[in-house]
DNA sequence: GCGACAG
DNA sequence: ATCTTGTCGC
């Protein structure tokens, strides 16, 4: 009972998510990253996963899944819109990736149970989130450059960062999903992130699932 | 009531 | 998220 449409459930759900999450430090640095998104029409949803070598992030494997859509996009509630697309897609994998980079929030979430917390944890899989805007939480602007970071602040504790990663570019937000902390999070989007301003893994991702979509 | 609100 | 042309700037 991973997965609900009811949204009480949905809460209860959040909270184990929440309860079973370890922020513990990245063993050693990983060989391989995928980046996961998802694209829509109007009734169906693609979900692309793109497993890169950590060290050069040339791709390895590339999978793609397409459903039906069960759940509405509710803010605090997109692990369940996305969420079972992005389990039957890794499932898909011949490849087991060492660490997963999520298009949307780790523990910066209402409840510490964002999407990719969420994965992390059903997963087992070490995890980051990186969104293009933040859910919950304060923060102050980081200086220009890339690199520069500011911490995600929300009910007085530190759920990840505002992390530049494009020297003048709107910043991304960074929280630790499963099994790494936030620096691990910021490293692991910085190494990922060389000429755009999302990591590598969720651009190709991105571009992958919108072109599978364009296709339906 | 008003503002915020991942994708 | 998605619908969309041109346009400013490196």
Redesign the pocket.
């Known amino acids: 009972m991973q997965w609900t449409n009811d949204i009480s459930e949905a809460v209860r759900i959040q909270n184990e998510i929440a309860e079973a999450v370890r922020l513990t430090p990245l063993i050693s640095e990983p060989e391989t990253v995928a980046g996961m ?4 029409t109007d009734t169906e949803a693609v979900c692309a996963v793109v497993v890169m070598r950590y060290k050069d992030l040339e791709i390895i494997e590339e999978g793609i899944l397409k459903d039906s859509l069960l759940f509405p ?1 509710i ?5 369940f819109r996305e969420g079972p697309l992005m389990k039957k897609a890794l499932e898909c994998l011949n490849t087991k990736p060492d660490i997963l980079l999520i ?3 780790g523990i910066a ?1 209402p409840r510490g149970a ?2 990719a917390t969420h994965i992390g944890v059903l997963t087992g899989l070490p995890s980051v ?1 990186c ?5 919950v939480g304060e923060y102050e602007e980081p200086c220009p450059e890339r690199g520069c970071w500011s911490k995600l602040l929300y009910e007085g504790r530190t759920v990840g960062a505002a992390v530049r990663t494009r020297t003048e570019v709107k910043p991304v937000f960074v929280s630790p999903g499963h099994l790494v902390t936030l620096d691990d999070a910021i490293r692991v989007v910085l190494h990922c992130s060389t000429k755009y301003r999302l990591p590598e893994p969720i651009r190709r991702a991105d571009h992958l699932s ?1 072109r599978f ?1 364009n296709l339906l």
């Open positions: 998104d998802v694209a829509f996009y803010p605090g509630y997109l692990s298009d949307g929030q979430h964002g999407i989130g969104a293009k805007s933040k859910l919108r979509k």
